[in-house]
């Protein structure tokens, strides 16, 4: 048999990529955001999908789709960030869908709940469905310093702690640790203000 029957570590059997797929089209065609450049991302990220079928795992070069959640506290009006390791800047949770990922609020919930250590995180939902706040698009090296940049088209969602929350930090961490809304640390770039400026409206 030849991988695309069998299926690849990356990627799954064609029956778990062809279902998250079809979910990822169906999330991004029902979701309409209020701001022209976020129209236009998430139109981008549609066509993406319609001329890549494997869009969504690592191994589609040049771009795929990531998914990723802001871990919020809202009762203590805060936000859970990660020091990436690659990267050097605080950023949320989030990373590359996996064959097991049912979903693309399953992959942000999973990335959500494996770095913050916090068992018990909620997506924020619109009549019960998982939705997303904010599409960000970004040049990062993934696949190596030592190879070309490639593109995260990121989806990304709002993950709710239970009040009091405990993080425990990961492998993939260089410091994980807790902001209040108004005080997010330098090392943090407009993108990830402004997914917290949503999550904090939003949960409010």
Not at 170 to 195: H, I, K, M, N, Y
């Amino acid at each position: 048999m030849t991988a695309t029957e069998t299926g690849t570590p990356e990627t799954g059997t064609p029956e778990t990529a062809g279902a998250l797929h079809a979910d990822a089209v169906r999330a991004l065609g029902d979701w309409r955001p209020a701001e022209p450049e976020q129209e236009r991302l998430r139109l981008d990220y549609l066509r993406h999908l319609a001329d890549q079928p494997d869009g969504l795992y690592r191994s589609c070069l040049p771009a795929h789709i990531t998914a990723s959640a802001a871990v919020v506290d809202p009762v203590a009006g805060r936000v859970l960030l990660t020091l990436h390791p690659k990267v050097g800047r605080w950023l949320q949770m989030g990373g590359h869908c996996e064959p097991g990922d049912r979903d693309l609020a399953s992959a942000a919930l999973r990335e959500a709940t494996e770095e913050s250590g916090i068992p018990d995180l909620a997506l924020l939902t619109r009549d019960g469905v998982p939705v997303p706040v904010k599409l960000d698009r970004h040049q990062v090296r993934c696949t190596g310093k030592d190879r070309p940049e490639n593109t995260h088209l990121d989806v990304q969602y709002i993950a709710v702690a239970p009040p009091g929350a405990r993080e425990l930090i990961s492998e993939e961490s260089l410091d994980l640790r807790w902001f209040d809304f108004d005080g997010l640390p330098e090392l943090t770039d407009q993108s990830v203000r402004d997914l917290v400026a949503r999550a904090r409206a939003l949960t409010g």
